[in-house]
């Protein structure tokens, strides 16, 4: 068994290497989808309102609280489709690092995706988010700074392989497609 987490800032390319691992076959797990859910859930728009949704459920629970909600989804998606790996998308913090690695030991390995801010913002822009405060959006700079007050940092920093996404789209999907495989 292995489990895979995915470590980025927005539009480093977590997503991408998501869709990648889903073509080989690979359940994924996004946390982000413990959020929207949750969201829609308090009845609001997981378009505007995920991260208030996401810090609220950290001061309400812990900070390893959405690790805690996507424990279930991971050891679903092995036991459902008897996978040998599993990849885990969207990790914010140290302490979620710290709850994958109490839950799966050895066979949990942190991947860091790093990209340049220009890139990620150009990124961004042609999935038509991060526009920025004038037509309601979050900028990415804001989006930057609150996943890095999650931890994020620490979590990067702690990351058992770096994969620089700063190249071709083809040459980041074959650098995935070898790791996972």
């Given amino acids: 068994m292995n489990v895979y987490g995915f470590v980025g800032l927005p539009g480093s390319g977590k997503s991408e290497a998501a869709a990648v691992a889903r073509g080989l076959g690979i359940p994924v797990v996004t946390m982000g989808d413990v959020i929207r859910?949750?969201?829609?859930d308090r009845g609001l728009d997981p378009a505007t309102e995920h991260g208030r949704v996401a810090r609220a459920l950290r001061e309400e629970n812990g900070e390893g609280a959405i690790a805690e909600r996507s424990l279930p989804l991971i050891e679903a998606a092995m036991?459902?489709?008897?996978?040998?790996?599993?990849?885990?998308?969207?990790?914010?913090?140290?302490?979620?690092?710290?709850?994958?690695?109490e839950a799966?030991?050895?066979?949990?390995?942190?991947?860091?995706?790093?990209?340049?801010?220009?890139?990620?913002?150009?990124?961004?822009?042609?999935?038509?988010?991060?526009?920025g405060s004038e037509d309601g959006g979050e900028a990415l700079e804001e989006r930057d700074s609150r996943e890095l007050d999650f931890g994020m940092g620490e979590a990067m920093d702690r990351a058992d392989l770096v994969i620089e996404n700063d190249g071709s789209l083809d040459a980041f999907r074959r650098e995935i497609r070898e790791l996972l495989t």
Avoid: K, Y
């Fill in 79 to 101: 036991e459902g489709a008897d996978a040998e790996t599993v990849v885990v998308d969207g990790i914010r913090s140290d302490v979620e690092v710290d709850r994958f690695e």
């Fill in 104 to 131: 799966f030991g050895d066979a949990f390995a942190l991947v860091r995706i790093d990209a340049p801010f220009e890139t990620r913002a150009e990124r961004l822009e042609l999935r038509g988010r991060d526009a």
């Fill in 37 to 40: 859910q949750e969201c829609r």
